[in-house]
T-cell receptor, first 115, second 113 residues
Framework: GAVVSQHPSWVICKSGTSVKIECRSL??????MFWYRQFPKQSLMLMAT?????????EQGVEKDKFLINHASLTLSTLTVTSAHPEDSSFYIC???????????FGQGTRLTVV | AQSVSQHNHHVILSEAASLELGCNYS??????LFWYVQYPGQHLQLLLK??????LVKGIKGFEAEFIKSKFSFNLRKPSVQWSDTAEYFC???????????FGTGTRLQVFP
């Protein structure tokens, strides 16, 4: 199957700093990428949908100024958590869809810990 | 609101036991249904999917799932589990209306040799 690589796998940052997470589709072009957040023992919650070359669509309750998403190319989307706080600590997962294919391929996730 | 319910949060089985994980969704229209598996330390992988046609879907590694429209269910089954099936299993559905995957909370399966 198609491969989606997420980097870094884990990151620890100080409160108030910003953290960038990358999501790359390695062997296919992804017109649409999704960013999820997963709390312990809860389901994956969709944060936003990003389409290459356009602004991301954020789900209700997700602060677009805090979670900046950039999908500058067909193989790369980035999520930047700005001015991170301890409550932003979570597991962030990206997924990507091939053009015209509704099957999503997932990255391995990024464990963010804000101290 | 559209949602997915996975009733079993944690299942513990011995090898060779049969498995059935429940999944119910709430949506009255046409859905695409998925089961994803996440092995320890790895990313989510597609186990099987249902778009249309035969409601009994066979996936990888001997897993199958049956779509019962009247019950809004898409339960995952395997007749004989192996230690290597230890993982977290997520049910999800997608609709044209929302154009996004909605996930259940997941079921952690532990298989002991």
């Amino acid at each position: 199957g198609a491969v989606v690589s997420q980097h870094p796998s884990w990151v620890i940052c100080k409160s108030g700093t910003s953290v960038k997470i990358e999501c790359r589709s390695l062997d296919f072009q992804a017109t649409t990428m999704f960013w999820y957040r997963q709390f312990p023992k809860q389901s994956l919650m969709l944060m936003a949908t990003s389409n290459e070359g356009s602004k991301a669509t954020y789900e209700q309750g997700v602060e677009k100024d805090k979670f900046l998403i950039n999908h500058a190319s067909l193989t790369l989307s980035t999520l930047t958590v700005t001015s991170a706080h301890p409550e932003d600590s979570s597991f962030y997962i990206c997924s990507a869809e091939q053009t015209g294919n509704t099957e999503a391929f997932f990255g391995q996730g990024t464990r963010l810990t804000v101290v | 609101a559209q949602s997915v319910s996975q009733h079993n949060h944690h299942v513990i089985l011995s090898e060779a036991a049969s498995l059935e994980l429940g999944c119910n969704y709430s949506y009255g229209g046409t859905v695409n249904l998925f089961w994803y598996v996440q092995y320890p330390g790895q990313h989510l992988q597609l186990l099987l999917k249902y778009f249309s046609g035969d409601p009994l879907v066979k996936g990888i590694k001997g897993f199958e799932a049956e779509f019962i429209k009247s019950k809004f269910s898409f339960n995952l089954r395997k007749p004989s589990v192996q230690w290597s099936d230890t993982a977290e299993y997520f049910c999800a559905f997608w609709t044209y209306n929302t154009d996004k995957l909605i996930f259940g909370t997941g079921t952690r399966l532990q298989v002991f040799p």
